[in-house]
């Protein structure tokens, strides 16, 4: 019987890379690596260091293999990278090359702990990028469920890069790359003594510290120019539907260098440093993107106190192939549509799949969050091991986030908010 994707995907047995990282790794630097304008600085120099290590990243933008690994040539690592990315064409065979392990973000994954330990016995370094996919917002989310207990587990020294100007380079909510600055900054995190002594909780809480970077705020005071033709604003309203001054959903739009509210007309102009310039004195803007983001997130916060709170959406549903790869860069093929649910009890799916009815649920303490493959115009999670896209109607990505992540939170989910000052 012929093998699926996902059974020839679980099968492999991950070894260190070989020579073809460093062949993929020096053309990709000299192919991009002054094209980003990647400065790396070493507060400590952990391309001298010999013993195998657990390299921790912020996650800024989907651009983030080359901006933290290119800077440690010839050091190799081992990626770990979403599951659902090994269906996509265009990324299985480089990710068999480098031998890439795969991870099924916010869910449990024993495959990934196996491989991983055994790439560690052989003396390998591992790259991991713990906070579950790359920045939404320009800052980062906390590091996903269990990542202190990884550590813990691995007893490994651990370090650490912030990529500053990732998310500048590359946003969410637009896949049109723009080229300023990117500068990534590596250092100790922990001692293998040090992890002895701290809990998971402990681990947890000093990753989310260290690795804790806001690229709008950190751009407001180094105010680097980011080249993208005059569409700056291109679906920023993906990000920030909520308008501060007449307190409307979903009437922002972002196009050109403009974001502004189509009910009320408040609004600014964006420059190439990300700089938001309200049209006039009477238009209500954040200080900045993260703020304003912030902001929803709050109304989010408040919104789901109310015992009545429902979300409802008309979705297609896609799920990964059996045999054949995603082309054309497709994340998902779409088998169904339906009905998507949010509300104290958690996410309901009610419609179709593969021209027969289906439905699923999955409480609030099994969805901490999503994933996003891509950009803001859908998400994804994990039913019974099954990987289940969501592509809404309507415009409502952002909002289906932050209300998912408060419940969670809410009904004292195992995922908790920053407990630090976020500056």
Not at 23 to 51: H, R
Not at 68 to 94: C, D, Q, W
Not at 162 to 191: A, N, Q
Not at 351 to 371: A, M
């Amino acid at each position: 019987m012929k093998k699926t994707l996902a059974q020839k995907l679980h099968s492999r047995k991950i070894k260190k890379p070989n020579i073809l990282y460093l062949i993929l790794g020096y053309i990709w630097k000299l192919l991009f690596y002054k094209k980003y304008n990647v400065t790396p600085i070493f507060k400590t120099d952990i391309k001298k260091v010999k013993e195998p290590y657990i390299l921790l990243s912020s996650h800024a933008s989907r651009l983030d293999y080359m901006f933290t690994a290119i800077p440690l040539l010839p050091k190799r690592f081992n990626f770990v990278a979403g599951y659902n990315e090994f269906f996509r064409s265009h990324l299985a065979m480089v990710f068999k090359l480098l031998r890439v392990i795969p991870k099924k973000n916010f869910t449990a994954d024993i495959y990934t702990i196996k491989e991983v330990s055994r790439v560690i016995k052989k003396g390998g370094n591992i790259i991991l990028y713990p906070e579950g996919m790359s920045s939404i917002s320009g800052a980062n989310q906390p590091v996903a469920v269990g990542t202190g207990k990884f550590i813990k587990h691995f007893k490994m020294p651990v370090y650490y890069s912030v990529i500053k100007g990732g998310y500048l380079t590359s946003p969410k909510y637009d896949l049109t790359e723009r080229y300023g600055k990117v500068e990534v900054v590596y250092d100790i995190m922990f001692t293998k003594e040090e992890i002895e002594k701290l809990s998971p909780a402990e681990i947890e809480d000093i990753i989310n510290e260290k690795l804790y970077h806001d690229d709008y705020a950190w751009n407001k005071e180094v105010k680097i120019e980011y080249k993208i033709n005059g569409s700056i604003a291109y679906n920023l309203h993906h990000l920030l539907y909520y308008c501060p001054k007449c307190k409307s959903e979903f009437t922002m739009k972002g196009t050109n260098n403009k974001i502004y509210c189509t009910k009320c007309g408040n609004g600014a102009e964006i420059t190439n440093t990300y700089e938001m310039i309200p049209f006039d004195d009477s238009c209500i803007i954040p200080n900045t993107q993260t703020e304003w983001f912030n902001l929803e997130r709050k109304l989010a916060e408040e919104e789901i106190k109310n015992p009545d709170f429902k979300l409802t959406e008309k979705v297609k549903l896609g799920m990964l192939p059996k045999y054949d790869y995603l082309k054309d860069q497709k994340t998902s093929e779409i088998v169904g549509e339906g009905i998507i649910t949010l509300d104290h009890s958690g996410l309901t799916y009610t419609g179709t799949c593969n021209n027969e009815p289906f439905s699923f649920h999955l409480n609030t303490s099994e969805i901490p969050t999503y994933g996003m493959c891509t950009d803001l115009s859908r998400f994804y999670t994990f039913y019974k091991g099954e990987f289940m896209e969501f592509y809404p109607e309507n415009e409502t990505v952002e909002k289906w986030f932050l209300c998912t992540e408060s419940l969670h939170r809410y009904h004292n989910g195992k995922w908790r908010n920053f407990n630090f000052d976020k500056k």
